[in-house]
């Protein structure tokens, strides 16, 4: 069965549909919930959900999804964030399994506390689990080398707030996998605190650069 839930952070959204009309936030919101429920989504499907027979679909809903291997439509961030929320889930069931929690031990503890903390605090200030925890992209070596580029922006220190992740993620939107590997790469080469366009793909290879619009991180439904 289908988790009916999923992480929703309701900011977040209303900054991705800041250029719809209400009437496409409608149809919006209606594609993430199929697409939470049944998976990727058929050409045919979506024209049925939304009324459009003949009709080009709406591009201000359409460029926030990308195409899969079979043709058909998905929201990356709702099915990182359906992922994220199955193993929650999984691991929630595997500790029940296992008693829950463990019985807090009697008596008074031995020794006074030394008053020193065991460890850094994380760099994220916004209580997120740590940056190594998460999946920002289904693209296992690009998810790596943006975690590694984090890591670099913590050297430099600075702090990765959800916000400034979320622009990064941006910056990067409009270009395929390995364009996006290439921005990154050319960022922890040089140190830089922001990623920048490859000067050098525009000049030499525009024509040959295919840009893949989509919007899932301008959704961030799970933060």
Same mark, same amino acid.
């Given at each position: 069965?289908?988790?009916?839930?999923?992480?929703?952070?309701?900011?977040?959204?209303?900054t991705?549909?800041?250029?719809?009309?209400?009437?496409?936030?409608?149809?919006?919101?209606?594609?993430?919930?199929?697409?939470?429920?049944?998976?990727?989504?058929?050409?045919?499907?979506?024209?049925?959900?939304l009324?459009?027979?003949?009709?080009?679909?709406?591009?201000?809903?359409?460029?926030?999804?990308?195409?899969?291997?079979?043709?058909?439509?998905?929201?990356?961030?709702?099915?990182?964030?359906?992922?994220?929320?199955?193993?929650?889930?999984?691991?929630?069931?595997?500790?029940?399994?296992?008693?829950?929690?463990?019985?807090? *031990?009697?008596?008074?503890?031995?020794?006074?506390?030394?008053?020193?903390?065991?460890?850094?605090? *994380?760099?994220?200030?916004?209580?997120?689990?740590?940056?190594?925890?998460?999946?920002?992209?289904?693209?296992?070596?690009?998810?790596?080398?943006?975690?590694?580029?984090?890591?670099?922006?913590?050297?430099?220190?600075?702090?990765?707030?959800?916000?400034?992740? *979320?622009?990064?993620?941006?910056?990067?939107?409009?270009?395929?996998?390995?364009?996006?590997? *290439?921005?990154?790469?050319?960022?922890?080469?040089?140190?830089?605190?922001?990623?920048?366009?490859?000067?050098?793909?525009?000049?030499?290879?525009?024509d040959?650069?295919?840009?893949v619009?989509?919007?899932?991180?301008?959704?961030?439904?799970?933060?």
């Open positions: 069965m289908n988790d009916p839930a999923v992480l929703f952070y309701t900011s977040d959204f209303l991705g549909v800041i250029d719809m009309s209400m009437e496409e936030r409608g149809m919006y919101i209606t594609l993430l919930c199929y697409q939470h429920q049944k998976g990727h989504i058929d050409e045919k499907t979506i024209r049925f959900l009324g459009y027979a003949k009709d080009n679909l709406p591009e201000v809903i359409m460029k926030h999804f990308k195409i899969d291997n079979e043709g058909k439509y998905y929201n990356a961030r709702m099915d990182l964030e359906k992922d994220k929320r199955s193993k929650f889930v999984e691991t929630r069931r595997e500790n029940g399994s296992k008693g829950g929690r463990p019985a807090k *031990k009697k008596g008074k503890p031995i020794g006074k506390p030394s008053g020193k903390p065991l460890g850094k605090p *994380k760099d994220n200030l916004m209580g997120n689990e740590n940056d190594n925890d998460n999946i920002y992209y289904n693209n296992k070596e690009l998810n790596n080398i943006f975690i590694e580029y984090l890591d670099l922006r913590k050297k430099l220190k600075l702090v990765n707030t959800d916000r400034a992740i *979320k622009l990064l993620l941006n910056k990067l939107e409009p270009y395929n996998d390995d364009i996006k590997y *290439k921005m990154l790469e050319q960022a922890i080469e040089h140190s830089w605190k922001s990623i920048y366009e490859l000067k050098e793909e525009k000049k030499d290879n525009s040959e650069i295919k840009l619009r989509s919007g899932e991180n301008s959704f961030h439904i799970g933060g």
